[in-house]
């Protein structure tokens, strides 16, 4: 069962980085975060991984809206470098070392959980988006405001053509990701063994 802080499933934002800020807490100094995206980008197949080296808010909210203080750290946070140079470096040399399809590229987060209509996926390409997906933007921001070392791997779970637009549901996209499922696992296996 998905026990996930989610805004689509009613969380605030400032809800959605409990996790995170507690694993912070406890000591973690890196997290990598996993999701799944429809791609926006059409030399992005279903199937392929993106390791995003940016992103887009569309979601409208912001997990330090209304924070008082600067603790746990400044609620005016720089988001340049938020997803981290090095690990997303290290990311992708792992994935290129286990001969995995990897793309770099910008995630777009939306709130869901509605998918996008066509035109919204052409604007969001135009936006300079790759992939759109749900979650891993308000985590981004609660790991660099403690200044943690943040990275997302998106499994690319449809091709979102918004010019050649086909029915979308979560039985199809859940078949896709179980389809590809083991180029995750390949890439975390890697990744845990160097």
């Given at each position: 069962m998905d026990r996930s802080l989610q805004f689509y499933k009613g969380f605030s934002a400032e809800s959605s980085i409990f996790p995170v800020r507690t694993m912070m807490l406890m000591g973690v100094k890196k997290i990598l975060m996993?999701?799944?995206a429809g791609s926006v980008n059409q030399r992005f197949e279903p199937g392929s991984i993106m390791l995003t080296e940016d992103y887009i808010n569309l979601i409208s909210d912001n997990p330090f809206i209304g924070q008082k203080t600067d603790s746990p750290g400044s609620r005016y946070l720089d988001m340049n470098e938020a997803l981290c140079p090095e690990f997303r470096k290290s990311i992708y040399k792992s994935a290129k070392s286990s001969r995995l399809k990897v793309h770099q590229g910008?995630?777009?987060?939306?709130?869901?959980?509605?998918f996008p209509t066509p035109a919204e996926y052409r604007f969001y390409n135009l936006m300079g988006a790759d992939a759109v997906g749900n979650s891993g933007v308000f985590e981004c921001m609660a790991a660099h405001q403690m200044d943690r070392k943040f990275a997302?791997?998106?499994l690319i779970n449809d091709n979102c053509d918004p010019y050649r637009p086909d029915s979308k549901n979560s039985q199809k996209l859940l078949q896709t990701i179980r389809e590809y499922e083991g180029s995750i696992i390949k890439l975390l296996d890697s990744?845990?063994?160097h």
């Open positions: 996993l999701n799944f910008v995630f777009l987060s939306v709130p869901g959980p509605s997302c791997i998106s990744l845990l063994n």
